[in-house]
């Protein structure tokens, strides 16, 4: 008998506004959570096809003596050029969404009820077209930013990042982003706020 596919939920929105909470509560709630960044570190790690595309663009300086990435360095570079940023990610992203897609399979297989992919850039990376729902993270500006300092982001940093994200979120995901998490106010209310989410999304499903 074949098993129903799980529900999928796309993961996304800005830096600091909590997109790891909702992730890892939605875990806890019973669904599989594939974390797009970890993929892109496992997609990187020593051994990995990528590597020597990366190293014939950004050269030997972003690699450390025993021949591992070294991400600081490499961050440094493209985080200060977005045509850089884009050519890593060029490289980055198609194996990311095929270690993605296994592990939908997986969860499919083990008859999860739904699955979770985290992804800032879920559009860009091609994710978005294999979920069901895209749920855009969000929260006050200022909040936001308050979030990113106290981690001890510099401000320079905090700019940069910002921009790199580019346009809008809302504006680039369009009709995609079916639901939006405010993340702003107490975590009681906010878990509140994604458990009444997932009743929706998984009552969505089964009307369906």
């Keep these: 008998m074949t098993r129903p596919r799980p529900r999928c939920i796309g993961l996304t929105g800005p830096i600091g506004c909590g997109k790891s909470t909702v992730a890892r509560w939605l875990g806890e709630l019973g669904g599989e959570v594939i974390d797009a960044d970890v993929l892109a570190r496992e997609a990187t790690a020593p051994g990995a096809a990528t590597l020597e595309p990366i190293r014939r663009r950004f050269g030997g300086g972003v690699f450390r003596t025993d021949g591992s990435l070294d991400r600081s360095a490499l961050a440094t570079i493209v985080f200060a050029d977005p045509a850089a940023l884009a050519e890593l990610e060029a490289i980055v992203h198609p ?91 107490s975590l009681e209310e906010v878990r509140r706020r994604v458990e009444a989410a997932l009743g ?8 369906g």
Excluded: H, N, Y
Aim: proline share 5%; glycine share 8%.
């Design 95 to 185: 194996p990311v969404r095929m270690r993605a897609i296994a592990s939908l399979e997986r969860a499919a297989a083990e008859g999860r009820p739904f699955v979770v992919i985290e992804a800032i850039k879920l559009v860009e990376g091609g994710l978005a077209a294999r979920c069901d729902e895209v749920w855009l993270v969000e929260c006050d500006p200022a909040e936001q930013r308050r979030r990113l300092l106290g981690r001890g982001m510099a401000e320079s940093d905090l700019a940069r990042r910002l921009r790199l994200q580019g346009p809008d979120l809302a504006e680039r995901l369009g009709p995609k982003a079916t639901r939006r998490i405010s993340t702003s106010g």
């Design 200 to 207: 929706e999304a998984l009552a969505a499903k089964r009307d």
